[in-house]
């Protein structure tokens, strides 16, 4: 990406991603609501802006799910897939979620996420540097 012309960001171009962070200085400063043409996408890069269209789920709804490409293949979403609901389905699972994962729970479970921890990076002690998706979050249990 240059630092002149025309801001560009392309969530599959793979130069971006190995330092996105130029590309999002200048997207907040020249391009808040930014349009990719290419892939026919919009991006927000302003916290506050994010911050406000959260709220407003009937404009910006989470309904057909975070990923572009299964936006654009008009995927039908089975229900009960929380990131991917509005209210008041989304707001329904939601409380349901929140009874089970309280700070009690979640608290109980720091001995157990504390010895994972030590058991998956301890090979990593003498490591220079390591891709963390490789070594480590790929075995993060799911449940």
């Given at each position: 990406?240059s ?15 190995g330092?996105?962070?130029p ?12 349009y990719?043409?290419r ?26 799910g975070?990923?572009l ?8 979403i ?47 002690v ?18």
């Amino acid at each position: 990406m240059s630092r002149s012309g025309p801001v560009y960001w392309d969530p599959f171009d793979r130069d971006i991603a190995g330092d996105p962070y130029p590309v999002y200085q200048r997207l907040r400063a020249e391009a808040p609501l930014y349009y990719n043409d290419r892939h026919d996408f919009y991006a927000l890069s302003r916290h506050e802006d994010i911050d406000r269209c959260l709220t407003d789920w009937k404009t910006f709804s989470s309904a057909r799910g975070p990923i572009l490409e299964i936006i654009k293949a008009n995927v039908e979403i089975p229900p009960g897939t929380l990131l991917m609901e509005d209210p008041p389905a989304h707001d329904i699972h939601r409380a349901l979620l929140a009874r089970v994962f309280t700070p009690r729970w979640v608290t109980s479970l720091e001995p157990q996420v504390r010895d994972f921890c030590r058991r998956s990076l301890d090979r990593l002690v003498d490591v220079d540097s390591f891709d963390l998706m490789a070594e480590f979050a790929n075995e993060v249990p799911c449940a």
